[in-house]
């Protein structure tokens, strides 16, 4: 772990809790065995997409035109990694273990209108190269000026950079051509074996130069292999432009490392300010405390003087006098209005807190670490579709208590409506991501698996869930519902249902933003992000946020006489939807160098889907815990 002066505070506390939140540090996964290589063995460079923080739309390695080995073979990919738009393939560097190798021409090629523009293209883009060797992909080391000792990773090199003459007015391209590659390794002495541990590069625009004619046998008069270094006139960069000759080459050396093979991804994943982390959480928690505080005096104070004196009460006269949330009782189990929509959101916000948890429990064990490509993606989507039957029994057992009767029609809304909402926003952007002949697009056969696991797997099990709850007695309410509605009083404007939603939304959203940061940062500046013990924590903190704060905005509106508690819970708590979608639109206007309309809309696209996702999830944890919460007061007290 990094730390800064002065957080010697924070010091005990992250050295012995930092073992514990980020198990995902030791990438040593379950089924994954280290590979062993003797010297002399053969190492295969496979490359993967070409990616961009510009327009977020990547590519496969060989769409320009790039060397190419005799075969191209695609290897075996998840779900989750062709959702990512990875596209692995094989390719023409390969290296001997701990063979040292220098000025290795890969292969000469002739550039033409066509291919000259579209490295152009990818170089206006700041597209970055991405290769992997050992299952470790490649990085270009980066030191950081004001701390020369701390070396960050950048994943891939870029194709090449601009470059702007002003004397003579003119924009030249160069393409880094020779690749400077560093395999790190450590060393068994005992089986004279070796682990790969590292895989970097440095990327060099050069133009080479030889002699005579050009044949499999020619030798570079830019390179020399002897002296292990580029030679004179190698300063001059290898410009892109129709009809230049391009030599693409590279070298590779080996370094023996102290690092074991199961710590390999440490050094990729180094955080940089550790500490922000912590402050975040103590930020979370002294909000958690503070509403824990207001919940506190509610429930034993408030609440048992209430409870007490209303049982003491002798006449019906007498209860008539009195004010405050128990003059509801006849009124505050009353079914809402859209009763049947409120049940198809709790029971999809149950699917989605169950994915969300298992999903947390096993990437702080370590399962779904980013050295599992697309394992992430995966998982997700198996566990969402699994999580179906909670789904299915949450949405029926409550509609059951709204003396609803057709449970198969609410369980297929419950089946249909979310899922079909995100595939429409799903199916739209990815047309627009085929439109731009980027490898992101997900294939037809991936289209069609997706739709096999929500169609074959995910509705029957749906079904299943919901047969189960209406099999199960009805809830009974803790007190009778009145035929006549109460009449509800004029409320201040503070106790307003907009002005309390919008206010409930803060206090959430407040828990997570600081967390929120880094992952927008991981998925849209294709950083890794691994640090599950610090986002569980953060993941439990918001669900103890949006209960208390829902709670507390429930228990002032009962006070004040408006028994409208069922949509207000909800969307209280599920407004913080609101506000991260307001904050994904300052991310991309200050984070964010994106300037092709296409890229904008898929940026907002998937961000719509991450909201709306949010505020499911947000306003069902607020739902539940005011159900509880109401059941509990009016079953507290005695009722003539």
Not at 42 to 53: E, M
Not at 356 to 367: C, R, Y
Not at 497 to 511: D, N, R, V, Y
Not at 586 to 610: D, E
């Amino acid at each position: 772990m990094v730390f800064t002066n002065g957080s010697s505070f924070y010091l005990n506390a992250s050295l012995s809790l930092s073992l514990s939140l980020s198990l995902s540090n030791s990438f040593y996964l379950p089924g994954v065995a280290p590979q062993d290589f003797f010297k002399g063995d053969v190492l295969k460079v496979k490359v993967n997409k070409l990616s961009s923080t510009k327009t977020q739309l990547p590519y496969s390695y060989y769409s320009i035109p790039y060397c190419r080995p005799q075969e191209i073979v695609d290897s075996a990919e998840n779900l989750g990694e062709v959702l990512r738009g990875d596209r692995i393939e094989n390719s023409p560097y390969e290296f001997r273990m701990r063979v040292p190798w220098m000025c290795n021409i890969v292969c000469r090629i002739t550039l033409n209108e066509k291919t000259a523009r579209e490295f152009k293209e990818k170089i206006d883009d700041e597209y970055r190269v991405n290769m992997i060797l050992d299952n470790l992909p490649l990085v270009v080391p980066v030191t950081r000026l004001e701390q020369d000792s701390h070396v960050l990773y950048q994943h891939g090199y870029l194709v090449g950079r601009k470059v702007w003459y002003a004397g003579m007015k003119v924009e030249k391209y160069f393409i880094n051509n020779h690749l400077t590659f560093t395999v790190k390794f450590h060393k068994d002495e005992q089986l004279d074996s070796a682990r790969i541990v590292g895989f970097e590069v440095k990327a060099f625009s050069v133009k080479h130069q030889y002699d005579g004619e050009w044949s499999d046998d020619t030798r570079l008069t830019t390179c020399d292999p002897h002296a292990k270094k580029l030679v004179n006139g190698s300063d001059l960069p290898q410009e892109v432009e129709d009809k230049k000759e391009i030599i693409f080459t590279y070298d590779v050396e080996f370094q023996e490392s102290d690092v074991k093979w199961a710590s390999r991804w440490d050094t990729y994943l180094l955080m940089a300010d550790d500490q922000i982390h912590w402050f975040s959480i103590v930020n979370s928690l002294m909000i958690v405390l503070f509403l824990s505080g207001m919940v506190a005096m509610i429930m034993l104070r408030t609440l048992y003087r209430d409870i007490s004196k209303y049982n003491q009460l002798e006449t019906q006269e007498e209860a008539q006098e009195d004010t405050g949330w128990k003059l509801l009782h006849g009124d505050v189990f009353r079914p809402p209005v859209n009763s049947d929509l409120l049940c198809v959101y709790v029971g999809t916000g149950v699917q989605f807190f169950g994915m969300m948890l298992a999903a947390m429990i096993f990437a702080v064990l370590g399962f779904l670490s980013p050295s599992n490509r697309g394992g992430l993606m995966t998982a997700l989507l198996l566990l969402w579709v699994l999580m179906g039957i909670f789904s299915g029994y949450a949405t029926a057992r409550l509609y059951k208590t709204f003396k609803g009767s057709e449970w198969k029609t609410i369980t297929l809304k419950t089946a249909f409506m979310f899922p079909g909402v995100v595939f429409a926003i799903f199916f739209v952007l990815n047309g627009l991501i085929w439109g731009e002949k980027s490898s992101g697009a997900v294939p037809f056969e991936t289209m069609f698996a997706l739709v096999f696991l929500w169609f074959c797997i995910s509705v029957p099990l749906v079904f299943v869930g919901g047969y189960i709850a209406f099999k199960k007695p009805t809830m009974e309410d803790p007190v009778k519902s009145n035929k006549i509605p109460r009449p509800i009083p004029d409320q201040s404007w503070y106790m307003s249902s907009t002005f309390s939603i919008l206010i409930g939304g803060i206090l959430p959203f407040g828990a997570v933003f600081i967390e929120l940061f880094f992952i927008l940062t991981s998925i849209w500046l294709h950083q890794f992000y691994y640090i599950f013990g610090f986002l569980f924590i953060v993941f439990i903190i918001l669900l103890v946020t949006c209960a208390e704060i829902t709670i507390v905005l429930c228990y002032f509106q009962l006070c004040s006489e408006d028994y409208r508690w069922w949509w207000r819970s909800y969307l209280t708590s599920g407004s913080s939807a609101l506000y991260l979608f307001i904050y994904a639109i300052t991310y991309f206007f200050t984070k964010l160098n994106i300037t092709k309309p296409v890229s904008g809309i898929l940026y907002f696209g998937y961000m719509l889907i991450a909201s709306y996702s949010f505020f499911v999830l947000t306003g069902t944890i607020g739902f539940c815990a005011c159900f509880w919460f109401t059941r509990l007061i009016y079953s507290s007290v005695k009722i003539d």
